[in-house]
Structure formats: structure tokens, C-alpha cells
């Protein structure tokens, strides 16, 4: 009885071996080629798939960069106008001792917007896409950037002796910014800061009506021994569209209009090489001497917290004729 159940125990496992799937050696049978064809024609289709919808958000993150540079060359068109066209060109109107007492009276409005709407005491701007740049976790905080674009319209308009680009790298960087933040879906995570070096790129081709040094400013300026190669093609894209869009209102005359060609020989190439060396070595000088400064945003050498402008409350440029302008 005993051997009659194991033989039909054997048996049955026999048979369920053959009749279920292979294993051993068996498990590596060729698959039929209609079977294999399938697969690679599926496999094949979903990388098709994969690439097109790579190609399209590349497309789609390219005219996002043109759509910064777009809105960054009307932004900074705005803030030309207000602050030059209107405030500047107004005060050099009026009397002597309003031009003089102006500067100082742009500081106390800068200082009062800096602490009542923007609700910091930090005046940086250009210093803030840098800073930001390097936290890869953190977007530009927007809240502070309205009060710290009309304390710079206020101190630039009543004669404050600073210059337009810093407002113009942090007004696009803030747009760059906003636009990234609304479409993050279409970015990776290495280039969370994408239309950042984007919107700085415009705001300097726009301001300097340069597209090439908006665009390197912005790669080279983060880093000190490297660029954002990464972000060559939308930064360009960027610096493009912002200078026309900034020229459509303003022209392409050069800032500084040179005329003919004046002869130079070998002491003038060799003066122009040390005064450059010269300029090297004071700007290395300088920014040694500010970096225990800069480590601590908005506060300089033995002072408080200072708004846009600070040590120019009489640097009013004296009357020039309009010719002199742009």
C-alpha cells in the first residue's frame, strides 16, 4: 500500500513538472521571433516617446527663456523710464539747492521704504541672485523685491550715485524666477535655477544694451574659477530677446558714441596694458577688503545697516547737457 501511494506521489510530480512552466536549463529557451519582434518594437516605442517628450520640453523650456527675456526688457524699460526719464531728468530742472539736498532726501525715503515694505534692512540686489544662485534648495525669495526696486527708483532718480544694473540683474532674476516657480513641471532638478541666470542675463543686455555681456555676466559672475555652461543657450535666448525688446523703445545708439579712428602705436598698446594690470589689482584689492563686509548682507565696515546709495548723499553729478545723455 505504502509503495503503490509513493509511486503515484512520483508520478503526479512528474507529470506536473512536465506540464507546468520549464525550469533549469529549460528556462532559457529562444522565444519565438514573432514574440522577440514585439518586444523590441515595444521597447523601441517607448523610448520614442521618451525622446519626443525631451524634445518637447526643451522647446517649451527655450521659450520660457524668451518669454523672461521678453518681460525682463519691459521691466527694465519701466524702471528706465521712471527713474530716468521722469525723476532725473526732472531734478536737473530744478534749482541748485534742490539738486543738492536731493541725494540725501532719496537715502532717508530708500531707508524708510527698505524697512516699511520691503521689511528688511538689506539694500542688495545684483548680491542676491548671486547668494541665491548657490542655494540649490531655495528659490528667490520675491516678497522684499518691489520695496527694493522703488528704494532703488528713489535713491537713482533724486541723484544717489549708483548704477542702473543692479536693479535691472535682480528685477530679472525675480521674474526668472517667478516663471520657473509656475512652471517647475517642465524642469529638472539640476536646473532649478535655470531661468535665474536667464532673467539676469536679459536685465544686463537690456540695461547695457549688450547681449553678450548680459549673457557672460550672468554665466561667469556666480563662480570664480568656472561659468554655467549648462545655461549657455537659455541664457542667450534670454539676453536676446530682452535687448530688442529694450531697443524697440529706447534705439541702439551706443552709451558711449565713439567717432573715426584715432591712430594708436606700441606706447599706446603698452599705457592700455598697465592700466589694465593696474585695475586688476585694484579690484582684487578691493573686493579682499570688502569680504568680511559682504559676509553679513547690508551692513559695510563699522556701520549699520545702509540703504541704496550709501556715501553718495552729495554725489549729485553736476547739470550736463543733453547731448551728453543717451
Known amino acids: 500500500m505504502t509503495d503503490a501511494a509513493e509511486g503515484q506521489k512520483a508520478s ?84 541748485i539747492g534742490v539738486q543738492v539736498a536731493a541725494p540725501l532726501v532719496g537715502l532717508m525715503l530708500a531707508q524708510a521704504i527698505l524697512r516699511w515694505i520691503a521689511r528688511t534692512t538689506s539694500p542688495a540686489t545684483a548680491d542676491e541672485y548671486i547668494h541665491n544662485f548657490h542655494e540649490m534648495g531655495r528659490r528667490l525669495d520675491l516678497r522684499p523685491l518691489p520695496g527694493r526696486i522703488l528704494a532703488s527708483i528713489t535713491t537713482l532718480g533724486l541723484g544717489g550715485a549708483l548704477g542702473y544694473e543692479g536693479p535691472s540683474i535682480y528685477l530679472g532674476a525675480g521674474i526668472g524666477s517667478a516663471l520657473q516657480a509656475r512652471f517647475s513641471r517642465l524642469f529638472s532638478r539640476s536646473d532649478t535655477k535655470l531661468l535665474l541666470v536667464a532673467g539676469a542675463a536679459a536685465g544686463v543686455a537690456a540695461i547695457f544694451k549688450a547681449p553678450a555681456t548680459g549673457l557672460v555676466f550672468a554665466l561667469e559672475v556666480p563662480y570664480q574659477e568656472d561659468f554655467a555652461h549648462r545655461m549657455l543657450l537659455p541664457a542667450g535666448i534670454a539676453a536676446a530677446s530682452s535687448y530688442v525688446v529694450f531697443a524697440a523703445f529706447y534705439g541702439t545708439a551706443p552709451l558711449i558714441a565713439v567717432r573715426g579712428a584715432p591712430p594708436f602705436n606700441f606706447r599706446d598698446l603698452a599705457g592700455a596694458v598697465v592700466l589694465g594690470v593696474i585695475c586688476g589689482v585694484g579690484a582684487r584689492g578691493f573686493t579682499r577688503w570688502c569680504e568680511p563686509s559682504r559676509c553679513r548682507p547690508g551692513r559695510t565696515r563699522g556701520s549699520g545697516p545702509q540703504p541704496p546709495g550709501w556715501g553718495s548723499a552729495a554725489s549729485l553729478p553736476p547739470p550736463m547737457p543733453s547731448s551728453a545723455r543717451r
Open 12 to 95: 503526479s510530480r512528474g507529470a506536473g513538472s512536465k506540464s507546468g512552466a520549464p525550469q533549469g536549463d529549460g528556462s532559457r529557451r529562444r522565444q519565438p521571433p514573432g514574440v522577440a519582434a514585439e518586444r523590441f518594437r515595444l521597447g523601441f516605442e517607448r523610448r520614442r516617446g521618451q525622446l519626443a517628450a525631451l524634445g518637447r520640453r526643451g522647446s517649451q523650456v527655450l521659450l520660457l527663456a524668451g518669454l523672461t527675456g521678453v518681460v525682463t526688457g519691459l521691466a527694465v524699460t519701466g524702471f528706465e523710464w521712471v527713474t530716468r526719464d521722469r525723476l532725473f531728468e526732472g531734478l536737473r530742472d530744478q534749482p
